[in-house]
Structures are given as structure tokens and as C-alpha cells.
């Protein structure tokens, strides 16, 4: 009992089980519109190309307006700027599933509908990581609360995919759309419900927005251990990520499935990255997070290569597993890492950079993935991206000694290990 009570603990601030309760229920909303939109891509093309430019112009502007979403971040309300974020979520939607179930749907609403959501999600996601410690009593909660929220991404993946793989043989791309948008209502609800308290900021803020994105720009990029973790989520999200783009392919022609086949490979990462969420949750301490990345990115990088060789659905499934358990693990950790070493004044920013570091890479993974899969082939472009990935991991394996002499100052300032 004690062990779960350390695993949850984040749940006994209010706010933070509010936001916990709300984004449960959207979250797999969420998950059933994302493998909708896929399925829905390659029944009406039947083309590889179209699904990387679609992820491509999704996610695009996540890399493009990210910065510029951090430094609004940290110079106002967090709190009411994601609530008109979601709300602008909720109705992106609604207009998709208005389209697919009055049968006017085309690819190019589909691709414009995309760059809507990734302009709201852009400022939305650095929004919401930032927000987290304005949830919470006490600071020293945070590890627990981003890993529970990972925990609450991946419980929603293991569902949300689940459900919309049967939702769509029975109904249609279009009911999993309309689902997503009523889920909103609960985080709306959450959101409204919360008592946050003002916040004075630390120091002077930038005269403009501008200055404070170089700001931003310049402290991460000026401190070597926030530069080696983005870069590190950078390349992973690049090379190895892309693989969600490309699964439709593997359950329609390597596996010879249909959309249900589709909805249990990504359950079956949702499954792993829940367990990795749950284990990190599971821990009491940041020390050590370090040798994590690198581990979790090797079994990440390991098991797409394995995915990419299997003809097997069982087997398939289980690495699909071992391979959401890699990719949350080094995302989660990285996470908790850069929010416990940045000043307070330039988290927004700092996760921004984040933001474009684990979603912004992707647009450009998704398009360079499509490409080479037209050429040699989904299983070899998975293979690759694996390789690249554990490549990655050894090059910060090697600065790892370095990263820990830097960030022990401020661990010791924090209180974190003793002087």
C-alpha cells in the first residue's frame, strides 16, 4: 500500500487531480482520433507519401512556433491560455467529423485540418508541460506528477487505439472523431474547476517576445547538459518515431490485418509506455536518470529493429510493447531532468525547446520517413531509424560523466543530494 501511495502521491493536490481526471478522459479521445486519421489517409490514397505528408504538416508547426509559444508562456496566464487552447482543439474535432460523416471529406481538409491542430497543439503542449509545477503544493512532486501524466498519455494509448480499431469497423472514421471532441468537455470542466493561485514571476522579463526567445534560445544551447537531452530526444524523434506513421503499412501488407490489427500495434506501445510511466513514477529520485536515457533509448532503438524484421503479429505486438516502454522511459526522463535543473523564470521556454525536440523532429521524420519508405521499403526505414537511434544513445553515453559534474551544483542547490 505504501508503494502505491508513493507512485500516486502527486494525486493529493487538488489541482493536479482535477487535471489528472480531465485529461484521462480526453486523452483517449486523443488517441482514437490520431489512429482514425491514419486509417482514414491510407483508405482513401492507398499511398505512403500521403501519410508522411499529413504527419508532416500536423506537426510542422509544433517545430516552427514552439519557441515563440515558450516565451508567451513565460510572460502570462498558463492557466487561461489553455483552456481557449483546448476549446480550439475541441472544435478542430468537430469540423473533422462534421466532413467524414456527411461524406464530404477530402485528403486536403484532412492536411488543413492537420496544420489547424498543429498551430493550436504548438502552443498548447509547451503551455501544458510548463503548467504542471502551478498545479502542485510542493516542488517536490513534480518527478511523480510528469511521470503519472506520462503514465495518463499512455493509458490513453493503450485504449484510445483499441476502441477506434473496433469503432472504425463498425462505424466509421467519423465516430471516432465525434468522441474526440465530446472528451474535451471533461478537461474543460477540470480546467474550470481548479483554484490556481498567482504567481509572482522571478526577475525582469524581456522587453518583447522576440528577446526573450533568443534568451531562451541561448540558455539551453549555452548549458551543456539541456543541450545533450534535446539533442539526444532530437535525433531519436527524427529517425526512430517515425515508425508510427508507417504502421498502417505493417498491419495492411506485413501483417496482413485491417484496422483492428492497427489499433492492438498501437495499443501494444501504449501497454509498454504505460509500464515505463508506472516504473518511473515508481522512483523517489531524479539521481540516476542519466544512465536511464541511455538505456531506455537503446531497448527503444533495439525493438524497432526487431518490429522491422517480424512477420509475426504476436511478436510484432510484443515489441511494439518494448518499444513504447523505451520511447516513455526516455521521454519521461528527460522531462523530469530538464524541469528540475531550469530557473523557474525560463521554463516555458525550456520546454518549448522540449516540445520541439520530442514533437517538433517529427513533421520532418514523417516526411523523410515516407520518402524512403518509397523507395526501400517500410521494415528497412524502421531498421534504420532503430540503428540511428542506439548510435544516439552511445554518443550520450559518452558525455554522461561530464552532464553529471555540471548538473551536481544544482541538485546540491536544490536540495536534491547533500553538499
Known sequence: ?????????????RNYRLFFAGQGVSLVGTWMQRVAVSWLVYRLSHSVMLLGIVGFAG??????????AGAIA??????????????????QAFVLAFLVLTGAIQVWHIIALSIFLGVVSS???????????????????????IALNSSLVNGARLLGPTVAGVLIAAAG?????????????????????????????????????????????????????IKAVLLLLAVV???????????????ARIL??????????????????????????????????????????????????????SENVWVSLGLMAMTGFGMMVQMAASNTVLQTIVE????????????????????FGSLLAGSVANRIGAPDTVLIGGLCSIAAALLFAGRLPLIREQVRPLYESKGIIAK
Open 237 to 251: 524523434n527524427l529517425v526512430g518515431m517515425p515508425f508510427r506513421m508507417l504502421l498502417p503499412v505493417f498491419a
Open 173 to 225: 472514421e467519423g465516430m471516432c472523431f465525434l468522441v474526440n471532441g465530446i472528451s474535451y468537455m471533461a478537461v474543460l470542466a477540470a480546467l474550470l474547476a481548479m483554484r490556481i493561485k498567482k504567481k509572482e514571476r522571478k526577475g525582469k522579463a524581456p522587453k518583447n517576445v522576440l528577446q526573450s526567445v533568443r534568451e531562451g534560445f541561448s540558455y539551453a544551447f549555452g548549458f551543456p547538459p
Open 123 to 145: 502552443f498548447e503542449i509547451p503551455m501544458r508541460q510548463s503548467f504542471i509545477i502551478d498545479m502542485l503544493e510542493d516542488r517536490g512532486d513534480l518527478g511523480n506528477a
Open 256 to 309: 496482413h490485418g485491417g484496422a483492428n490489427t492497427l489499433g492492438f500495434l498501437t495499443g501494444a506501445t501504449g501497454a509498454g509506455a504505460l509500464a515505463g510511466a508506472v516504473y518511473l513514477a515508481s522512483r523517489k529520485s531524479v539521481i540516476g536518470l542519466g544512465r536511464i536515457i541511455v538505456v531506455s533509448s537503446c531497448i527503444f532503438g533495439a525493438s524497432l529493429m526487431l518490429f522491422a524484421l
Open 1 to 13: 500500500m505504501s508503494g502505491m501511495k508513493n507512485i500516486l502521491r502527486a494525486l493529493r493536490h
Open 74 to 91: 513565460d510572460r502570462s496566464n498558463r492557466y487561461r491560455f489553455i483552456i481557449v487552447l483546448q476549446a480550439l482543439e475541441m472544435v
Open 344 to 363: 523557474d523564470d525560463k521554463r516555458g521556454r525550456i520546454m518549448s525547446f522540449f516540445t520541439m525536440s520530442f514533437m517538433g523532429m517529427a513533421p
Open 59 to 68: 506537426q510542422l508547426p509544433t517545430f516552427l512556433l514552439a519557441p515563440l
